[in-house]
């Protein structure tokens, strides 16, 4: 079965875009400026939704486009979907004012 | 040499040839709905209870739009309840907009045998500035006459990989030629505005960029909630976007690259050329309208749609004067909605192009659309109801 492929936006970024709709145990191929990097999607990632490049320690920065779009709300596997289960907002918390900044 | 459009006396070009009615309600309703090449805008907004500077904003969008280049003559009423307010006088109306060189004729329900007389009034000089504006041709144009402005909506991942991108390319282009592009939502640029800031042509564009961001971040945070139980609205997160900044920095990409001139408000016309960031807000039936009150010719809505289903007829324009284009670069928003599309770049994640090509063909949609080719919304009658984005407290 061909790979299935995925979008980098930037070198540092810690994750991709899937750009087909993926299956757990899907090969999973991830190419930007003639690098091609590979690994294994341990959950459905579907059309649109990104896949973590490598493990991400709860409180990480999440980087996509090269910028922080969140921080890791709980250790991310390598090729596990981030979405808004385990990705929190840094901006705009209105619900964390006041409190440490997690 | 580049689209067709309509030569103006105060040197701007339209796109459309259209007789303007104003302010909102029921005499310019149905002048306009009698009278075929006529619009009017259809708000709540009209000024009753509103402060100084909001009633201040709704005169410039009133105004803004009879001076919008695609309006050839403008019909303006004495009948709406906010007239009573220096800012909304008819005479102040009427007198911004001839001032543009345009013909404006006013109607008065209580000179003209009340609102049934006001109405049969209208139509009858609605009639003659239609049939007159009519002979006008369109001729050959240059792009730095094009001023166009954008929101993405209904965002997903697409938007930022290939939607954005594309518009981004026409953008760099039109500004290069000369032109004028608005790019805005305040909100939506919260997590990318250090990004935008480093682009500001002047250091006090770029304090003015990120006064704008900490002004909406303060008031969001006041609210004591996550800014996602809010925006991210619930499609852009079921189109596989985490965060504000996720979206914000996809966002960004429709701006292109070019310096930012200015950081304009509401309805707010730009006193040289080229991008501007305009600090408004997202909403599809407040943003369109404020742009062609500021002067744009062309509008694009740059669509994501991850998040839609069964939406197989979108919206009718929202931009009252300006032509309305629906680009999207997802494949399954362009399957579900193919006959209101009026760009799709989505060929970009497909692999077929790349984002510049993607963006020239863009460019080529819009020379045609401005040139008179319909957009697929003007296929339509029904036009959104407009919510100006008025920011005080009513009393």
């Not at chain 1, 579907?46 to 890791?72: C, D, N, R, V």
């Not at chain 2, 302010?23 to 090449?37: C, H, R």
């Not at chain 2, 505005?193 to 006041?222: C, F, G, M, N, Y």
Request: with cysteine; proline share 5%; hydrophobic share 40%.
């Amino acid at each position: 079965m061909p790979a299935k492929r995925a979008l980098i936006m930037h070198p540092k970024d810690n994750v991709a875009t899937s750009i087909e709709e993926i299956q757990p145990g899907d090969q999973v191929q991830i190419s930007r400026g003639g690098v091609v990097r590979n690994l294994t999607a341990i959950e459905a990632i579907p059309f649109g939704f990104k896949i973590a490049l490598e493990e991400i320690p709860q409180g990480a920065i999440i980087l996509k486009y090269g910028e922080t779009i969140g921080k890791a709300g709980r250790s991310i596997a390598r090729g596990a979907l981030v979405h808004v289960h385990n990705l929190g907002g840094t901006r705009a918390r209105g619900d964390l004012e006041g409190r440490e900044n997690r | 040499m580049s689209f067709l459009g309509y030569m103006r006396p105060d040197g701007s070009v339209g796109t459309r040839n259209f007789v303007l009615v104003i302010p909102q309600g029921l005499i310019a309703k149905s002048i306009t709905d009698f009278v075929a090449g006529t619009r009017t805008i259809q708000t709540v907004d009209h000024g009753s209870g509103r402060t100084a500077n909001d009633r201040e904003r709704i005169a410039r969008v009133l105004t803004g739009l009879g001076k919008n280049p695609n309006v050839a003559s403008v019909i303006v009423h004495a009948a709406s309840p906010g007239v009573g307010y220096p800012e909304l006088t008819v005479e102040r109306l009427a007198d911004e907009i001839a001032a543009s060189g345009k013909r404006v004729e006013v109607i008065d329900p209580a000179k003209d045998g009340g609102v049934y007389g006001a109405i049969g009034k209208g139509i009858q000089l609605a009639r003659m500035m239609v049939y007159e504006a009519s002979k006008l041709r369109r001729t050959e144009t240059e792009d730095k006459h094009l001023c166009l402005g954008v929101k993405c909506g209904y965002s997903d991942t697409t938007s930022g990989i290939a939607g954005n991108p594309a518009v981004g390319y026409l953008f760099d282009k039109i500004v290069k030629a000369g032109g004028t592009a608005f790019f805005g939502e305040t909100t939506e640029i919260i997590g990318a505005e250090q990004a935008l800031a480093k682009r500001a042509a002047t250091p006090d564009v770029s304090k003015a960029i990120l006064d704008a961001v900490a002004h909406r971040e303060a008031l969001a945070k006041s609210t004591g909630l996550d800014i996602r139980t809010v925006n991210p609205v619930p499609s852009n997160i079921k189109g596989g976007i985490s965060s504000l900044e996720e979206k914000s920095l996809g966002a960004i990409h429709k701006a292109g690259t070019a310096p930012i001139q200015g950081v304009l408000q509401y309805a707010e016309k730009p006193k040289g050329r080229g991008l501007y960031f305009v600090d408004n807000w997202m909403g599809s039936f407040s943003i369109f309208a404020g742009y062609a009150a500021a002067g744009s010719n062309l509008v694009l809505f740059q669509l994501g749609g991850g998040g839609l289903t069964g939406r197989t007829l979108l919206e009718g324009s929202p931009s009252v004067v300006a032509p309305f284009l629906w680009c999207t670069a997802n494949p399954n928003t362009y399957a579900m909605a193919k006959d209101n599309i009026d760009f799709y770049s989505g060929t970009v994640i497909e692999n077929q192009e790349d984002p510049a090509e993607a963006g020239e063909r863009l460019y080529q949609t819009v020379i045609d659309i401005a040139s008179g080719t319909r957009s697929r919304s003007e296929t339509l009658l029904y036009t959104e109801p407009i919510d100006l984005y008025l920011e005080e407290p009513r009393f």
